[in-house]
């Protein structure tokens, strides 16, 4: 791709909402929580309400197919099942790919499963590499066997920010063709330094939020399964966003905007003008409720 200009191909979900894009996508049009009681995570502090993940390291594992009596964080597992969803829809054979992770936690886990025995068991003490934050993304990439530089941010609350901003710069210059970003709830802040963006699900239970990638002034692509959401049947009206149905028409549609500048600016205009007009939903539903008191 021309220098300046990145895509969003593919993105991979592990939340308490769910295990995957689609999973988390249908609890969240569900309106359903992610909010209860411990339950995987070992913890002396089981009363405190949490968002977990609801599966146990041995679960990843298999999913993973990896070996039960293999210690691996729990960092890891999670880290390498999102990033194995993001990873299935990029063609990375023959690019220079970049994993850049960003994590406070690390291998914490591990540290805490092995401290007590490192005192009188010498056999322990590799556990100790995985503590670092920087060895859970060099064993995810091992783990998928993905041929990347890895890099690590660990800025604590900034450090997927940090990861993103990293990753889109090294994109910008030259340093990488792929950036696969290991953090969650920020592909928003990813959306603002693409060109053009692929949102997911037109092929599942149903395209995600249009929107969110529409409100940077960049064209929209996604799959054919859009007819139940508003905002996407408006946005394909105005010429804003646009469907593909398989690999050649997804082609096609990357080609005229990789090739037509004109016309890869009046879409992202098409875009942003639209995100103006509907602007302020907010106002509307307050005026709406109050007003009427």
């Known amino acids: 791709m021309e220098k300046g200009r990145i895509a969003i191909k593919g993105k991979g979900i592990v939340s308490a909402l769910g295990i995957g894009t689609e999973q988390t996508m249908q609890s969240l049009r569900n309106a359903c929580g992610g909010i209860g009681k411990v339950h995987y995570l ?4 089981a009363e405190l309400p949490v968002g977990e993940v609801k599966l146990s390291n041995d679960e990843m594992r298999s999913m ?4 039960h009596d293999r210690m691996v964080s729990r960092t890891t597992l999670l880290g390498a099942l999102a990033m194995r969803e993001a990873a299935k829809s990029v063609k990375l054979e023959g690019k220079r790919v970049v994993v850049i992770s960003g994590t406070t936690v690390g291998g914490m886990d591990v540290t805490e499963k092995v401290f007590e025995s490192i005192r009188h068991d010498n056999s322990m003490l590799p556990y100790v590499k995985q503590h670092d934050c920087g060895s859970n993304t060099q064993e995810i990439v091992d783990l998928l066997g993905i041929k990347a530089e890895v890099c690590t941010i660990s800025t604590a609350c900034s450090a997927a920010l940090n990861a993103i901003i990293v990753g889109c710069e090294m994109l910008r210059n030259g340093e990488a ?3 696969i970003v290991d953090c969650f709830g920020k592909l928003s802040s990813i959306y603002r330094y693409a060109t053009v963006a692929l949102v997911g699900g037109g092929f599942g239970a149903g395209i995600h939020n249009v929107p969110e990638a529409a409100v940077y ?3 929209v692509l996604f799959g054919p399964n859009n007819k139940k959401f508003m905002e996407a049947q408006e946005l394909l009206r105005v010429g804003a966003s646009f469907e593909y149905t398989d690999a050649e028409s997804f082609a096609s549609l990357m080609d005229r905007f990789i090739n037509d500048e004109a016309y890869l600016h009046e879409a992202g205009e098409k875009a942003s003008t639209y995100i103006t007009k509907n602007a ?3 106002d509307v539903v307050y005026d709406a409720v109050f007003g009427r008191l």
């Open 42 to 45: 070992p913890t002396a502090h």
């Open 64 to 67: 993973l197919g990896i070996a």
């Open 177 to 179: 063709d792929v950036l």
């Open 217 to 219: 002034g960049i064209p």
């Open 280 to 282: 302020g939903a907010a």
